[in-house]
Nanobody, 115 residues
Framework: QVQLVESGGGLVQPGGSLRLSCAAS????????MGWYRQAPGKQRELVARMTSGGTRNYADSVKGRFTISGDNAKNTVYLQMNSLKPEDTGVYYC?????????WGQGIQVTVSS
């Protein structure tokens, strides 16, 4: 079993930045592929960014050029650097790990972009 804990969310003004962290613990062989999803009020959860063990990264079109996913294997932690934030980036952000047939989720963390 793997536990995922997100941190780093909060309130930020448009144009600002935040860095989310997702720390994995438990019976870890690998945490990859890892992804960040978000869910805005009244909308479905959507993939924001995804990263494989080989370093392949994929991003939603809406965040390309603004968000960067990265990982620290020694710490079993994945990050999401979010720059040039927009009000439409507001939502609950979830960390997800899918090693093999497993599927683990964090509890989610709120990100609010507002002036």
């Amino acid at each position: 079993q793997v536990q995922l804990v997100e941190s780093g969310g909060g309130l930020v003004q448009p144009g600002g930045s935040l860095r989310l962290s997702c720390a994995a613990s438990g019976s870890i062989f690998t945490i990859y592929p890892m992804g960040w999803y978000r869910q805005a009020p009244g909308k479905q959860r959507e993939l924001v960014a995804r990263m494989t063990s080989g370093g392949t990264r994929n991003y939603a079109d809406s965040v390309k050029g603004r968000f960067t996913i990265s990982g620290d294997n020694a710490k079993n932690t994945v990050y999401l650097q979010m720059n040039s934030l927009k009000p439409e980036d507001t939502g609950v952000y979830y960390c997800n790990s899918r090693p093999g047939l497993s599927d683990y989720w964090g509890q989610g963390i709120q990100v609010t972009v507002s002036s």
